[in-house]
């Protein structure tokens, strides 16, 4: 028995297999090992008991190597072997079942692993050892996913921690990263997170999305998805602007198909995200600041280094901070066709949320000289919502126009009404189109794309 450093009141108990867990934490995470417990069979004093002594059995480095069937099948044999030595009885089902739960532990994240494996859930929320909650098409519910015990659910993030060089624990109680399928995972451990640990997944689509995909899904019509797919050719630069989980990346990363494979592309992100197609796309991300509290990379530096870069354009994963001063700009100054996205609830708050970011980074700058290197900047804003049905749409789509005094102009180009909703719970609903001719239109017409944007938008009032 070793004991964890203290978290909160409790101090966590961490038994010889922990100990075993932690010395793989570099080991592969396994297939698709899909957990079926049915111990409730067993009492759970024999279950505990078979599991430590397997656990002690195994060897840390040789198993870290092994295939999960193989490994599976191994396991399954020894824990048979230990059953008969200690006298516990235990049928082959449950045999199999402890198995795959302690292989799903060695080479992957325990009791998740069935959850990752399934394409259909795209969050994951864990709320402390007995409750996970996961999000499919669009509805949360809870799971019937659970760890052990807040050591076991520990140990799992403790794992996820280490694989990219960072540590959880009570001094550093939170941390940001990526598992090896580049699922972005966020963990808060006690004393902050009271019922903790608590670990947030957004799962890694293995399929990038593309338009057609998007207008499958009724996030938008097909003339919305024409619009957007030309806004991206004609190098226009979009801000795509929405709530958590609204499916700004999604549509980000369904923009950035327009892009030219000659382009040279610099993306900056917090924790990596982006599937970008081209092969000319250069990666950076953010360091966050060290145990001693050095060495901090942010945003604005990588903004500012990406500039010398030569990029064609530079995609921000998601301006929150001081960086939005370079990002303007960078559209501002030849990287046309420059992208990010934003929280924000309307096209407009976006737009005061750019400029109260970009005030705080630069203290004394009048908001008249914001809005007009805004103005000056960004072509147009997308905003993506998330509904009540779990649907995720395309909202509006706004043309970013002028001033006129000290206020932005804005032309919602398309503007999506709810109607009303179907016997099976589906909103519907229709665009509101604007006809006024966007100023920058000579731009699309530079790229013969000013005729098919007409034909795009007639089509749209047809449907
Ligand atoms: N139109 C859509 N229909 C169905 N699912 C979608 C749609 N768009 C995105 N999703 C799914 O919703 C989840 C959230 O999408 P995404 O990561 O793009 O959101 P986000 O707004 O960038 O979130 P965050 O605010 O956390 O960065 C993803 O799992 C994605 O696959
Ligand atoms: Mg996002």
């Known amino acids: 028995m070793k004991t964890l450093p203290v978290f909160g009141r ?28 049915m111990m409730g069979v067993l009492a759970d004093a024999s279950v505990a008991d078979l599991r430590a002594a397997c656990m002690a059995r195994l060897d840390a480095n040789t198993v870290a190597l ?22 516990i009885q235990i049928n082959r089902r449950e045999q199999r079942a402890l198995a795959m739960e ?7 994240l325990g009791p998740l692993e069935p959850l990752l494996a399934d394409d259909s859930i795209n969050d994951i929320m864990v709320n402390g050892p007995d409750k996970t909650f996961i999000e499919r098409q669009g509805k949360v519910v809870l799971s019937n996913i659970k760890f052990r015990d807040a050591a076991h659910l520990a140990s799992i993030c403790q794992r996820i921690a280490s694989s990219i060089g960072r540590r959880i624990d009570e001094s550093s109680p939170m941390v940001d990263a990526r598992l090896k399928d580049g699922s ?17 997944i957004r799962k ?68 990596a995200e982006l599937q970008f197609q081209q092969p000319h796309v250069v990666r950076l991300e953010t360091r966050p600041t060290s145990l001693e509290g050095r060495g901090e990379i942010t945003q ?21 901070g001081a960086e939005a001063f370079d990002m303007l700009q960078a559209m501002n100054t030849g990287h046309d ?32 000289a914001i809005r007009t290197q805004i103005v000056g900047s960004i ?56 006809r006024m001719p966007p100023g920058f239109l000579p731009r699309l017409a530079y790229f013969g794309l000013d005729k098919p944007w007409r034909a795009a938008l007639d089509d749209a009032e047809r449907v």
């Not at 044999?77 to 059953?83: G, K, P, Q, V, Y």
């Not at 966020?186 to 947030?200: E, H, K, Q, R």
């Open 10 to 37: 409790r101090p966590l108990q961490l038994i010889e297999e922990t100990e075993q867990e932690q010395l793989i934490v570099s080991a592969p995470l396994a297939g698709a090992v899909v957990t079926n417990p």
């Open 66 to 87: 092994m295939a999960p069937e193989r490994l599976t099948g191994d396991v399954e044999r020894l824990i048979s072997e230990i059953a008969t030595e200690r006298r």
């Open 102 to 108: 302690l292989v799903n532990d060695i080479l992957g």
């Open 184 to 200: 972005r995972v966020n963990i808060v451990f006690p004393p902050l997170a009271l019922d903790g640990p608590y670990m947030s």
């Open 204 to 271: 890694f689509g293995r399929k990038p999305i593309d338009f057609a995909q998007l207008v499958e899904w009724k996030a938008m019509t097909a003339p919305v998805a024409r619009i957007l797919e030309i806004a991206g050719k004609g190098r226009l630069n979009i801000v795509i602007s929405g709530g958590t989980g609204s499916g700004k990346t999604t549509l980000m990363n369904a923009l950035s198909r327009m892009i030219d494979e000659g382009e040279r592309v610099v993306t900056v992100e917090d924790a």
């Open 300 to 320: 604005r530096d990588l903004v500012r280094n990406a500039l010398r870069m030569r990029p064609d354009r530079i995609i921000i994963g998601e301006v929150r």
């Open 337 to 368: 066709g420059s992208m990010s996205t934003i929280h924000a609830n309307t096209t407009r708050d976006a737009l005061t949320r750019i400029e109260n970011m970009v005030q705080m980074g630069n203290m004394g700058l009048p908001s008249r």
């Open 379 to 434: 072509d147009l804003i997308v905003q993506v919502e998330r509904h009540r049905d779990g649907g995720r749409r395309v909202t509006q789509v706004t043309e970013v126009c002028g001033m006129e005094g000290d206020v932005i102009t804005l032309n919602d180009i398309f503007q999506f009404e709810v109607k009303g909703e179907a016997a099976d719970g589906r909103l519907f609903g229709i665009y509101k189109i604007s």
